[in-house]
């Protein structure tokens, strides 16, 4: 079956929902796509003890603040998935699920956008698919060799799991430490980082990180020096249990070691470290496979784009996967932005103007 509409959005996270916020505001016929059963994108695979490192007004799609999590500064996953839910029925937003994007073609003056549940031809899409689903694994001297469980940041649950073993966790971002921080009470826990691990100062969370990222996108906008942005404050926001287990001194991080070996890992020197789990915090890459039949394919497995918009394609729109598809656009109050520059220049493309200047 083939059904038409005006813009196709692929992915119901919250890329897919800031943005059908604005092509609803717009008054454009859309439909959402996800391969999910139910409402929250990645946040509903989370690990259990996982917390935002903003308070939940920071942390707000566009036109509904998050209410606060009772008790809580820093809400959990699950309360983001409640709100997520909460998001798309208050604004009506029409999701299909679950339908899983196989290919984007083109279709003359249109854009074929084909699904395990069908057809749809849309003058323009949207690509809001998220990084979770593409986790990387950096190739390790040994890394076949391991007998022991072999886990990403994306199968990692709870410490119960783990319970007395010995546990090496690979990784200095926010995953790495959180999950070493979840785990360095009950566990004989190493914690592997590429270079010295960086905690930001316990004052500065997601909202410190935020306005970093508008500064450096005004600078950007303004042509003036570039600010470094998030990067340049550190790796890791000093969340309480993250803070904790730092000041217990539980959370030391040991150089990356060079190769795995059967029963653990091996550093240059000889030093070994027994491991009966490895776990992988080491990231994601935009899940972008949809896009392949379009050819667009640039650096580092990125689509060029200017803003949101392909260059190779001004029919298609990227949101949500990190900076490159606008400053702190993989967060939730950082998307909305880019989401309504990405709507807005639909709309003028599809009324044949040029897109209203960003201010
Ligand atoms: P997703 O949530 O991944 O949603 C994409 C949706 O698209 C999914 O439902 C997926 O199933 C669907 N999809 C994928 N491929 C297809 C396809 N081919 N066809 C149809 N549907 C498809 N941000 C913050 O603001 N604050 C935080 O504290 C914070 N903490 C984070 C902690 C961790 C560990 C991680 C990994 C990220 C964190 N982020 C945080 C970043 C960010 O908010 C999340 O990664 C967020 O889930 C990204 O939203 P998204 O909508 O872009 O992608």
Redesign the pocket.
């Known amino acids: 079956m083939t059904r038409r509409t005006q813009v196709v959005v692929?992915?119901?996270?919250?890329?897919?929902?800031a943005a059908g916020y604005h092509l609803r505001r717009l008054g454009l016929d859309f439909v959402i796509?996800?391969?999910?059963a139910g409402a929250?994108?990645?946040?509903q695979h989370?690990w259990d003890s996982?917390?935002?490192?903003?308070p939940a007004a920071y942390?707000s799609l566009p036109g509904r603040p998050m209410p606060i999590q009772a008790g809580k500064v820093?809400p959990n996953a699950a309360h983001v998935v409640d709100y997520l839910t909460a998001y798309e029925q208050r604004y009506e937003l029409p999701v299909h699920r679950p339908?899983?994007?196989?290919g984007v073609h083109r279709d003359g003056q249109l854009l074929r956008v084909e699904?395990d549940s069908g057809t749809w031809r849309a003058r323009a899409v949207i690509s809001?698919?998220?990084?979770?689903?593409r986790p990387f694994l950096p190739a390790v001297p040994g890394r076949d060799v391991f007998r022991g469980r072999k886990l990403h940041?994306v199968e990692y649950r709870t410490p119960a799991d783990f319970t007395g073993q010995h546990v090496v966790v690979v990784g200095g971002g926010?995953?790495g430490a959180?999950i070493a921080a979840d785990l360095a009470y009950d566990t004989e826990l190493t914690w592997v980082t590429q270079r010295p691990a960086r905690f930001l100062a316990d004052d500065i969370d997601?909202r410190a990180l935020f306005d970093a990222a508008t500064a450096r996108r005004r600078a950007l906008d303004a042509g003036t020096a570039d600010t470094g942005g998030v990067a340049s404050l550190g790796d890791i926001v000093a969340v309480p249990p993250v803070r904790e287990a730092r000041d217990t001194g539980l959370l030391k991080a040991s150089p990356m070691f060079t190769r795995l070996t059967a029963d653990g890992v091996e550093w240059a020197d000889g030093t070994v470290a027994e491991a009966d789990a490895i776990i992988w915090c080491t990231g994601?890459r935009p899940?972008l496979?949809?896009l392949a039949p379009l050819g667009l394919r640039g650096p580092r497995g990125h689509i060029p784009t200017t803003g949101t918009q392909a260059v190779g394609e001004p029919r298609l729109h990227l949101?949500?996967?990190g900076d490159w598809t606008g400053p702190a656009s993989?967060?939730?109050?950082?998307?909305g932005r880019p989401a309504r520059d990405a709507a807005h220049e639909i709309a003028a493309l599809l009324n044949g103007t040029r897109s209203a200047p960003r201010n």
């Open positions: 692929i992915g119901g996270g919250q890329a897919g929902l796509l996800d391969a999910q929250g994108g990645a946040w989370a996982l917390h935002l490192f903003s942390s820093y339908v899983r994007v196989d699904s809001a698919t998220g990084t979770w689903w940041t926010n995953s959180q997601g994601f899940a496979s949809h949101l949500g996967y993989a967060t939730l109050i950082g998307v």
